[in-house]
């Protein structure tokens, strides 16, 4: 399985732009990017998935670097709403490869 | 509604009782996970369907925790003997073919072994 690193807490206050870093050193070719969030007593909700350079949808971005042993799941103008626990994996469930959420990072937004 | 369904929402039972948890995933999907989620820890995978076929098994899933998804609709986790040590939250997801990393999560069922 690979693994993967993030930052176990971030804050950020209401409206700014929050930028979570995860690193995936192991990430092997067929792998995929794929961030997930999570409230408290619900399942986790795919946000974005990507391969290399940059994709963005209705609700984040992700930048992945040429290398892809690193990415960043970037959130524009946050809100209180946005308050979870943000899951970075790698990986492909396409090949069977398990999913290895982690401990994920716990966004704080403040008000 | 048509997102995944689990049932029941929560379980309170003594420990060496079995229990059994019902998934329903979004009806066109062809694969159905279970994970198992402890507080302050991800989701951690313990098996998967393709159709009614189970494809893995994670070493998480001991010989008393057995899955099964008949004719490929929804499936069911059975616990035997619970130990309190199986307290958490059993989470079912589903995806759709060719979009396995995409997965739809149930709300969950929150077991507790006392």
């Known amino acids: 399985l690979a693994k993967t690193t993030q930052p176990i807490s971030m804050d950020s206050y209401e409206g700014q732009e929050v930028n979570i870093t995860c690193s995936h050193n192991n990430i092997a070719t067929n792998d995929y990017i794929t961030w997930y969030q999570q409230f408290p007593s619900q399942g986790p909700r795919f946000i974005i998935q990507g391969y290399k350079t940059k994709v963005t949808n209705e609700v984040a971005s992700l930048f992945i670097p040429a290398d892809r042993k690193s990415s960043t799941l970037s959130l524009p103008r946050v809100s209180l709403s946005d308050t979870a626990v943000y899951y970075c994996?790698?990986?492909?469930?396409?090949?069977?490869?398990?999913?290895?959420f982690g401990t994920g990072t716990s966004l704080t937004v403040i008000p | 509604d048509t997102g995944v369904s689990q049932d029941p929402r929560h379980k309170i039972t003594k420990r060496g009782q079995n229990v059994t948890f019902r998934c329903d995933p979004i009806s066109e999907h062809n694969r159905l996970y279970w994970y198992r989620q402890t507080l302050g820890q991800g989701p951690e995978f313990l098996t998967y369907?393709?159709?009614?076929?189970?494809?893995?098994k994670s070493r998480l899933l001991s010989d008393r925790f057995s899955a099964e998804r008949p004719k490929g609709s929804f499936s069911t986790l059975e616990i035997q003997r619970t130990e309190q040590g199986d307290s958490a939250m059993y989470l079912c997801?589903?995806?759709?073919?060719?979009?396995?990393?995409?997965?739809?999560f149930g709300p969950g069922t929150r077991l507790t072994v006392l």
């Open positions: 997801a589903s995806s759709h073919t060719g979009q396995h990393n995409e997965q739809f």
């Open positions: 369907f393709q159709n009614e076929a189970q494809l893995e």
């Open positions: 994996l790698v990986g492909d469930m396409g090949t069977g490869n398990q999913f290895y």
